[in-house]
């Protein structure tokens, strides 16, 4: 079988900036990637890219086999994503928001209001399926997000900074989801929490000006440091290290 | 094209859920109101039609019909939900022309809630309401064409101020475009251009439907006209979505 994430070479030039260099790997069913790095690293910009939204400079990314630039109608069926910041629109309320992104995705009458449920009932936002977007704090909006990232069930996640924003026992609750989805999916997080990753990712990406500087399992990569922890193999890879320059 | 119409039903909801729609309508229908009943003269001409209405239309329209469009995109592209439109599945066609549809049906309700302008004609004499119905008509299609160039203007900025400004800007030369003081500029410097200049006068043609004079080259220039900005529309969001 086919990874369900496919990316070959991806490269984005801004002008005579590289936020992405060559970057490329896949993923299977059954794996959760923490994609980590620096602000500015180019993780934003490779999930974009992923999803379609910005066109790579070279190389190639598909999902489930569909080539996102070729196919891309194809390629988002079967993608869900959680685009950095979860931006909704704030005049519409949880369930309406929800309602057109399952229409858009083709689903109507009972089938359109079962997803629907499912998706308030997974992220827990039952209560203010009513409420305009705006009227909701930052964790609520975040996981109006994360439910139309879920809503049709998709093989493929890609999900920017899921937690972000989110109070401890929100955060607890979207990792316990992401690792009961985890199984029958390809999963993409994004995240500045390393505790996170060594919590639900299988396995671990570390880019740095664009380039992947490190893939492995959180343990393995946590092994490379005396220390055992995450974070200092993190600062080692992807610190300038200026006092090294200077001697 | 049935996402067209999803996207369309969102938009249109979304001028109801915010105030827009009703500043909207009303700041319309008291400009109409005043531009045909105080400057227009409707009741001192004595006669039954309504000239002076469809006269001020197309003026109206290129002020507010940029106001309906500014939010279009460069509101998406502000508040980052461009970000989720264009990653769901649906072509970036489809939702130009769901966005814009919304917003043509906004315009021809606005316009519709003029209809006290012909009942009052009704009563007072017996207008050609043949004429009044071309003159809807015409009104329908420039509200459509400066739709049109509103929608692509706010797919080129992030900022809706700059998006209303360029939309008035663009609208005004097609607007203008077939007045004496541009197509005699253009005969004693660029005569090519002048009859050039002069076809594509969005009031000119609108002129001429509102008389009743509905002729096949108008509708075959406003198809034409608003499909070009809505692929110029397709292009924009495509090349600057991300940046």
Known sequence: MAALIEIVGLTKRFGSFTAVDNVSFSLDKGEVLGFLGPNGAGKTTTMRMLAGFVTPTSGTAAIAGHDVEAEPVAARRALGFLPEGAPTYPEMTVGGFLRFTARIRGYRGTALASRVAAALALTELEGVRLQPVETLSKGFKRRVGLAQALLHDPPVLVLDEPTDGLDPNQKHEVRTLIRRLAPEKAIVISTHILEEVEAVCTRAIIIAAGRVVADDTPAALAARDPSGRLEEVFRAITHPAPLAKVA | ?243
């Open chain 2, 1 to 243: 094209m049935r996402n067209t119409f999803v996207v369309a039903r969102r938009e249109l909801a979304g001028y109801f859920a915010t105030p827009v729609a009703a500043v909207f309508i009303v700041i319309f229908l008291v400009l109409q109101g005043m531009l045909t009943f105080n400057a227009g003269a409707f009741f001192s001409r004595g006669q039954a039609d309504l000239v002076p209405f469809f006269d001020f239309l197309p003026w109206v329209f290129l002020l507010l019909v940029p106001a309906i469009t500014m939010r279009l995109w460069a509101e998406e592209r502000r508040l980052g939900t461009i970000e989720v439109l264009l990653t769901l599945p649906l072509a970036e066609t489809e939702a130009v022309i769901g966005k814009f549809l919304a917003a043509w049906a906004f315009c021809i309700i606005a316009l519709a809630l003029t209809f006290p302008f012909v009942i009052t004609v009704n009563i007072l004499g017996s207008p050609d309401n043949g004429v009044i119905a071309a003159g809807y008509l015409g009104g329908v299609l420039v509200s459509g064409a400066f739709l049109a160039v509103g929608s692509a203007t706010s797919a080129m900025t992030k900022s809706q101020v700059i998006a209303f400004v360029l939309g008035v800007a663009m609208c005004f030369i097609f607007a203008v475009s077939g007045y004496p003081v541009v197509t005699d500029f253009l005969n004693r410097n660029l005569p090519v251009l002048s009859s050039i200049a002069r076809g594509f006068s969005v009031i000119e043609r609108f002129r001429a439907i509102s008389q009743g004079f509905l002729s096949l080259s108008d509708i075959v220039f406003f198809a034409s006209f608003i499909g070009f900005w809505l692929f110029l529309n397709v292009v924009v969001v495509d090349h600057r979505k991300a940046s």
